[in-house]
């Protein structure tokens, strides 16, 4: 994903309201989570950006999640996942690996969409509960991890 300069302007704009700027860190932050293309963890990030401290990743990753420009991601493992916040990214749903831990993003087409929105306000209605947003999250096995699962396949395959 190419960043529009829109938003980094925004990014900016966040920040400067709460007197902070937008550091060298905090731009390759945002640009590696654009362009990974799936939620990351912190060791994952610095992997796709060494020069980025592992001190800073967090600090700088709490500071834009306060302001709401990245959200933690929630796997089926212990490990923190971030992806920058929809209004910057697009809205999307979630494939995460419950052998592996790995989540993807999952862009639904525009049949699922309605399909989910005609469903969801089924339930809300049922419920009496308005509904702002949704998330779709499902769950399985990656591809790596099938594989390892397979009989036959040869051990730490994958």
């Known amino acids: 994903m190419v960043l529009s300069p829109s938003i980094h302007d925004a990014v900016d704009v966040r920040l400067a309201e709460l007197d ?7 731009r390759l932050l945002v640009e590696t989570l654009a362009a990974a293309g799936r939620p990351l963890t912190i060791p994952e990030l610095i992997e796709l950006a060494p020069e980025l401290p592992q001190s800073s990743a967090y600090r700088n990753m709490t500071a ?12 089926t493992d212990d490990h ?18 419950a052998g592996c831990g790995k ?26 509960y308005e509904v702002t947003e949704h998330r ?12 390892r699962m397979e009989p036959g396949a ?5």
């Open 80 to 97: 923190g996942r971030f992806e920058l916040a929809e209004d910057l990214s697009g809205h999307h749903h979630h494939l995460i690996c």
């Open 136 to 147: 779709l999250e499902l769950l399985g096995r990656c591809p790596d991890c099938r594989l």
């Open 103 to 128: 989540v993807e993003d999952l862009h639904a087409s525009a049949g699922l969409e309605r399909a989910l929105s005609d469903a969801i306000g089924t339930v809300a209605r049922e419920q009496g």
């Open 64 to 75: 834009l999640m306060e302001i709401g420009v990245v959200r933690r991601v929630a796997g």
């Open 154 to 158: 040869p051990a730490g395959a994958g």
């Open 20 to 26: 902070q700027r937008y550091t060298h860190l905090r």
